[in-house]
């Protein structure tokens, strides 16, 4: 495996790196502003002020038109943009998923980024659609396939060649299309034809896509979702562990008079105040703002700050383990998100795998941190306990309970584990003093468990008088269950 990428610290899929390239290195998890050869809202000079470490371009733009062309082969693709940092170029693979064809050939496009100089060369690949035959995602996966075979033979020394992972809404292919190109070893994996998810709000099935490629993929390769701008899902990505965005959003958006924030979009005309403290929105009201000459590119700017004001959140985020609790949070924006949310953690036995045995406190966030990998993981090891003799089983401290030879506490949405562990984490949990359903339903089911592998054991479990749930009727039948408000012993 190269030692292009680096990985320094890590929280759940996601995971602070550093993704070496020929014009220096990246930290990532990062967003790449995509820069239009033809107009420049902001020049790329400007952007490292914003906080952008690469940018992007699209070399099939610079290509097609012979000022720039020119301009790239005589002076590189760095001289052409004024930006001496890494550079990212497409190959115009999306401009052949909106029209149809391209008039390049996978061959010359490679061979233009390489002699422009390019930091990660694309190779032309297709970007199958969402929900197309099945056998129309086979098919184009070949084609892709061949050219990517095609390209890591052609394109060899210091520039990172990336290798796009298709296969439709089709998680076997994603898989297997991802463990193919494992074994040619990219210097970056791009998840590609997502945007079309991304603009129906389609999380879910994002998630999906992005959970099976990244299940093909060596967990320390580089992973780019491309067309990914919007700050809003950043976090859920990175937990999947998507490390590098693209963002044509600041100028798409600002272009519309779109406001972004990480928790959705403002339409600049309906907008009294600006939610935001960025130098733009520091700078001017929202009447100034709207009524600006400039305003577009005034927009854009806020919507870059907003940006990166969110990766740098998520990389605080990962350093302090609480990069779940961001995703939780940022989910709740928006319906569909939470869709996302709940199929990411369909995926938490995956996600475990990952995810650091100890980090910051679990702060429980609302029923969907019931499913989180690091309460799945405690269910897994309940073998790990063995009680015997009279137990208890309570959740704050009762009269009398020295009389049992071993006490156990009840915490919602974990279950019962020994009281000597309630520093530990992830026992050290902050959570709500009156449980939601789902985080008994978890709990109660792993104190079932946790009882049925102990037989020899005697548990007496002392309920909270608003604990309300169809389990406790079970656990009646294998434990004395006493309410808190009769317990009378001492
Ligand atoms: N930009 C957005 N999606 C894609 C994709 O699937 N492939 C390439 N090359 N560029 C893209
Ligand atoms: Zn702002």
Known sequence: ??????????????????????????????????????????????????????????????????????????????????FDGPIMTDSGSFQLSIYGSVEVTNEEILGFQQKIGSDIIVPLDIPTPPDVPRRRAEEELAITAERLEAARKLIQGEQLLAGPVQGSTYPDLREKAASHL???????????????????????????????????????????????????????????????????????????????????????????????????????TAEELKKAKNSQELLGKHNLYATFEEIRLIKQSIKEGKLLELVEKRCRAHPKLLDGLKRLYTHSTWLEKFDPASKGTFFYCGPESASRPEVLRFGKRLERFSIEGPALIRTRPVKGEKEYSQILIFKPPFGAYPVEMEEVYPFSAEVPKIPDYEALSTALSNTLKLIDLNPEAKFTFICEPEFDHPLLEKIRKRAELVYRDEWKKG
Do not use: W
């Open 1 to 82: 495996m190269s030692s292009i990428f680096e990985i320094l610290d890590k929280d759940a899929g996601g995971r602070i790196g550093k993704l070496k390239t020929p014009h220096g290195i990246v930290e990532t998890p990062t967003v790449m502003p995509v820069i239009n050869p033809n107009i420049q809202l902001i020049p790329p000079e400007e952007m490292r002020s914003f906080g952008a470490e690469i940018l992007i371009t699209n070399s099939y733009i610079i290509y097609r038109k012979e000022e720039l062309r020119n301009v790239a082969l005589e002076k590189g693709l760095h001289g052409l943009l004024g």
């Open 182 to 284: 494992k074994e040619l070893d990219f210097g970056v994996y791009p998840l590609g034809a997502v945007v079309p998810l991304m603009e129906t709000y389609r999380y879910a099935e994002l998630v999906d896509v992005i959970a099976a490629s990244k299940k093909g993929l060596s967990p320390v390769a580089p992973v780019h979702l491309f067309g990914a701008g919007h700050p809003m899902m950043f976090a859920l990505a990175v937990a999947l562990g998507c490390d590098l965005f693209d963002s044509a959003a600041y100028a798409l958006y600002a272009k519309d008079g779109r406001y972004i924030t990480a928790n959705g979009t403002y339409h600049l005309d309906k907008l009294n105040y600006l939610p935001c403290s960025c130098p733009i929105c520091s700078k001017y």
